[in-house]
């Protein structure tokens, strides 16, 4: 059975599956309640190094969480939108929706592998795990997304088979 799913598009389907509610969860709380959110598992990492490192007030630290939460809100808002684009098959066929996952990758990636450094530089190991696996998750996806050829060069005609047809058939030219 012929099928037109790409490895990399039901990679980011699994991705999807995962990260949106998760990440929509921390940030409605951090929306919610930013600053005990803020201490939960997903986010203490980032919350200690604004508390310890960067010395921010009460209203900058709130601040902080509700930039955490709008990162957040959009990653899992592209793959939503990633995995909307997907239930179409023309735009499945032509590649349309990876450049939503593509964002939704590299911003998840950044946001993951910051928070992971913070979460090395005030010893949580747990929120460093947490973070890295969510790295992994993200950079696997990206990686092949990468290897995987593309479907438009697969469809796109050979050079070979393409006959020239002038638009003058009766005007023949005379070398």
């Not at 490192?53 to 939503?80: D, E, N, P, Q, Y």
């Not at 946001?111 to 998750?137: C, D, K, W």
């Not at 995987?148 to 070398?175: G, I, L, M």
Request: charged residues 10%.
């Amino acid at each position: 059975m012929k099928t037109d799913w790409r490895i990399s598009s039901v990679n980011g389907v699994l991705l999807a599956a995962y990260i949106t509610p998760t990440w929509l969860i921390v940030a409605y709380r951090l929306f919610v309640t930013p600053i005990h959110a803020l201490y939960d598992r997903p986010n203490i990492s980032v919350a200690i190094f604004i508390s310890d490192h960067l010395h921010l007030s009460a209203a900058a630290t709130i601040r902080m969480a509700w930039l955490l939460a709008l990162a957040k809100l959009t990653v899992a808002g592209f793959l939503l939108v990633f995995s909307a684009l997907l239930t179409r098959r023309s735009v499945r066929l032509s590649g349309g929706c990876n450049e939503a996952l593509a964002f939704a990758l590299t911003l998840g990636s950044v946001i993951s592998f910051a928070s992971m450094v913070m979460a090395s530089q005030v010893a949580e190991p747990e929120a460093m795990r947490l973070h890295a696996t969510e790295l992994l998750l993200f950079l696997g996806t990206a990686i092949l997304m990468l290897v995987e050829p593309s479907t438009q060069s697969a469809a796109a005609p050979s050079p070979s088979t393409a006959t020239f047809e002038p638009n003058y058939p009766a005007a023949a030219q005379r070398s």
